[in-house]
């Protein structure tokens, strides 16, 4: 039977682990061709081996898209493998969380680099070949999803870089979603709130804790609840535009 996205080509950015991950799978399984991107080529050949067990397509693109020109690549790569991009997953992202009083000026350049100048590279690659698609596909639409946060609504003590950067994506967002409009390229930002991924890994010891404790007690959204969110969004019809969704944990304050 018919697929949803049979047919059409997604790009990934953080595909090799969390949010990512289990959102490449969903939409391969939704019938998209998959390009991964991330930098552990070990992990994106693992979860390219798991879509192709179940009959689906996909192909690992291993890169650091903070490094000059490796956005562009990654969107040439995806052409030059399967021909078309219909659907970009903006998800790379880190979180180191500090105040400011306490953290280092390189940790705040290294959230920007990839939450903004990265997001935003491969964004500018990404845009004429998404009109394309929605031109020439027969849904005749496209999408570009960008993965913000509860952050990007409400800032708190702590996340002061974090929180600048996905609110500012959630204004970029909505600035392109207006550009984009009459392309029918459909622009859309998801808001997880507490999400149980190796994102709490990557920052330091005492915030870990403390966003551990945040958590603590209640039950976390898996990696696959946001995916649901995002196939959602892509599987509408070229009528529907689901703008913003915002999914928190159900214990989440
Ligand atoms: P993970 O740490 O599991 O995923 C982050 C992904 O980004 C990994 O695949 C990582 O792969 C990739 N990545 C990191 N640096 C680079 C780089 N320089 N170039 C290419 N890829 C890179 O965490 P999540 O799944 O939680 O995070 C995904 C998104 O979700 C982020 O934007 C995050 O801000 C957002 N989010 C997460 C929440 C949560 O509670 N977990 C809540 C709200 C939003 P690799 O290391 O292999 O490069």
Same mark, same amino acid.
């Not at 997604?10 to 090799?16: E, F, H, K, N």
């Not at 000059?68 to 493998?81: C, I, K, N």
């Not at 290294?110 to 997001?119: E, Q, T």
């Given at each position: 039977h018919d697929r949803p996205l049979d047919g059409a080509v997604a790009l990934v950015t953080g595909a090799s682990s969390g949010i990512g991950a289990a959102t490449a799978r969903r =939409?391969?399984?939704?019938?998209? %061709?998959?390009? =991964? /991107?991330?930098?552990?080529?070990?992990?994106?050949?693992? /979860?390219?081996? @798991?879509? %192709?067990?179940?009959?689906?397509?996909?192909?690992? /693109?291993? %890169?650091?898209?903070?490094?000059?020109?490796?956005? @562009?690549?990654v969107v040439q790569e995806t052409l030059d493998r399967f021909g078309r991009l219909d659907v970009l997953v903006n998800n790379a992202g880190i979180m180191l969380l500090n105040p400011a009083l306490h953290t280092t000026v390189e940790e705040w350049d290294r959230m920007i680099a990839l939450n903004v100048a990265a997001l935003l590279h491969v964004t500018h690659a990404a845009v004429p070949h998404l009109i394309y698609a929605a031109s020439t596909s027969p849904r005749q639409v496209a999408d570009l999803v960008n993965v913000s946060s509860t952050a990007g609504r409400a800032a708190r003590p702590g996340s002061s870089v974090y929180a600048l950067t996905k609110s500012g994506l959630n204004a970029f967002a909505e600035s392109l979603r207006q550009e984009l409009l009459s392309e029918r390229v459909r622009v859309s930002v998801v808001e997880p709130g507490a999400v149980d991924t190796e994102l709490v890994n990557h920052v330091s010891d005492t915030t870990r804790d403390a966003a551990r404790r945040q958590i603590d007690g209640i039950e976390a959204l898996r990696p696959e609840d946001v995916a649901d969110a995002i196939s959602y969004i892509v599987t509408r019809e070229r009528r529907v535009a689901v703008n913003e969704m915002l999914v928190r944990a159900g214990d989440q304050t």
């Amino acid at each position: 039977h018919d697929r949803p996205l049979d047919g059409a080509v997604a790009l990934v950015t953080g595909a090799s682990s969390g949010i990512g991950a289990a959102t490449a799978r969903r =939409l391969a399984r939704e019938g998209a %061709a998959v390009a =991964l /991107v991330a930098r552990r080529r070990d992990r994106l050949d693992q /979860v390219a081996s @798991d879509i %192709a067990k179940l009959g689906g397509e996909a192909v690992a /693109v291993a %890169a650091d898209i903070t490094e000059p020109g490796r956005a @562009d690549d990654v969107v040439q790569e995806t052409l030059d493998r399967f021909g078309r991009l219909d659907v970009l997953v903006n998800n790379a992202g880190i979180m180191l969380l500090n105040p400011a009083l306490h953290t280092t000026v390189e940790e705040w350049d290294r959230m920007i680099a990839l939450n903004v100048a990265a997001l935003l590279h491969v964004t500018h690659a990404a845009v004429p070949h998404l009109i394309y698609a929605a031109s020439t596909s027969p849904r005749q639409v496209a999408d570009l999803v960008n993965v913000s946060s509860t952050a990007g609504r409400a800032a708190r003590p702590g996340s002061s870089v974090y929180a600048l950067t996905k609110s500012g994506l959630n204004a970029f967002a909505e600035s392109l979603r207006q550009e984009l409009l009459s392309e029918r390229v459909r622009v859309s930002v998801v808001e997880p709130g507490a999400v149980d991924t190796e994102l709490v890994n990557h920052v330091s010891d005492t915030t870990r804790d403390a966003a551990r404790r945040q958590i603590d007690g209640i039950e976390a959204l898996r990696p696959e609840d946001v995916a649901d969110a995002i196939s959602y969004i892509v599987t509408r019809e070229r009528r529907v535009a689901v703008n913003e969704m915002l999914v928190r944990a159900g214990d989440q304050t």
